[in-house]
């Protein structure tokens, strides 16, 4: 059981939009900064999104990230089948004094 | 560039301790504001965050794991060592050594490739 929670998959058709959610609490979201990342399978996880809503250099813009108290989201605009990855939110968790992560989205680009 | 490469034993015995060495390039493990996790991913499931070690040798656990996991550095060799003892099948995953890129806002930046460990009699 992941302490950030995510919908288990998401999809949408090529050149439209889709976000992914992610809940916690005061401890994790609700006090500290999310990140996202893209997970292809047999790679390495990669940054998406630091800092609620900051893109990495080399990540393009039709990522964004957002923050609203104890939740964030995902957006992806201008899908293309190259996005279909697992997608993870992650933070710290100022109660747990640990990292956390969600449980993962799937994305399908239909 | 910032390279971190994962190394050890692909396959281990249940009871036995399993020992990791996550090796950085590109930036030093005493720099002041990073520092570098361990994050697995067992097979069909999420990434599940183990342990990270900052700068100041500060370290962090798993609440589920924590009895089990131990973390440490070498500055002067660029390692960051995991060492999980009494695996079980369960422990079956990859492994994942990641850089924090800032560890006030908690990111990780850069990660190695992963290594699969099995565990299995």
């Known amino acids: 059981q992941s302490v950030l929670t995510q919908p288990p998959s998401v999809s949408a058709s090529p050149g439209q939009k889709v976000t992914i959610s992610c809940s916690g609490r005061y401890s994790n979201i609700g006090n500290n900064y999310v990140s996202w990342y893209q997970h292809l399978p047999g790679t390495a996880p990669k940054l998406l999104i630091y800092?609620?809503?900051k893109r990495p250099s080399g990540i393009p813009d039709r990522f964004s990230g957002s923050k609203s108290g104890t939740s964030a989201t995902l957006a992806i605009t201008g899908l293309q089948t190259g996005d279909e990855a697992d997608y993870y939110c992650g933070g710290w968790d100022s109660s747990l004094s640990a990292g956390v992560f969600g449980g993962g989205t799937k994305l399908t680009v239909l | 560039q910032v390279t971190l490469k994962e190394s050890g034993p692909v396959l281990v015995k249940p009871t036995e301790t399993l020992t990791l060495t996550c090796a950085v390039s590109?930036?030093?493990?005493?720099?002041?504001?990073?520092?570098v996790s361990w994050i697995r991913q067992s097979p069909g499931k999420a990434l599940e965050w183990l342990a990270d070690i900052s700068s100041n040798d500060e370290k962090s656990y798993s609440t589920s794991l924590w009895s089990r996991l131990t973390i440490a550095m070498d500055t002067s060799k660029s390692q960051v060592v995991l060492t999980l003892t009494n695996v079980d099948p369960v422990d079956t995953a990859t492994y994942y050594c990641?850089?924090?890129?800032?560890?006030?806002?908690?990111?990780?930046?850069?990660w190695g490739q992963g290594i699969l460990v099995s565990v299995s009699s």
């Open positions: 800092e609620n809503n």
């Open positions: 590109g930036f030093s493990l005493s720099s002041t504001t990073m520092g």
């Open positions: 990641a850089r924090i890129g800032r560890s006030f806002t908690y990111y990780f930046d850069f």
